[in-house]
Nanobody, 124 residues
């Protein structure tokens, strides 16, 4: 049973940074992608970035390039999202998700497993 657990969210002032973490367990294949998404109140879930932990390759949404960086620690089964230059518009619940296979899915419908999310609130 795959489980994903996010952590690292919180309240931060505009211009600040947070490092979100995603702990993955229970996977049965080395071929999988971890994606980061976010959902603000009243808005649809939004793709941020996806990484293939096997080779570290990534695909970013255009809106996240330059401010959000994804990394992984395969020994710990962890994937991280470094968020910089945060603005109140970045306030949302941030989710990590897992899709089996070797692709770089950008749609939430392509992901089979989801964490519970971690709240990021940016004050002005």
């Amino acid at each position: 049973q795959v489980q994903l657990v996010e952590s690292g969210g919180g309240l931060v002032q505009a211009g600040g940074s947070l490092r979100l973490a995603c702990a993955a367990s229970g996977r049965t294949s080395d071929n999988y992608a971890i994606g980061w998404f976010r959902q603000a109140p009243g808005k649809e879930r939004e793709f941020i970035v996806v990484i293939q932990p096997s080779n570290g390759a990534t695909v970013h949404a255009d809106t996240s390039k330059g401010r959000f960086t994804v990394s992984r620690d395969n020994a710990k089964n962890m994937v991280y999202l470094q968020t910089n230059g945060l603005t109140p518009e970045d306030t949302a619940v941030y989710y990590c998700a897992m899709a089996l296979g070797i692709g770089y899915p950008t749609s939430s419908h392509e992901y089979a497993y989801w964490g519970q999310g971690t709240q990021v609130t940016v004050s002005s």
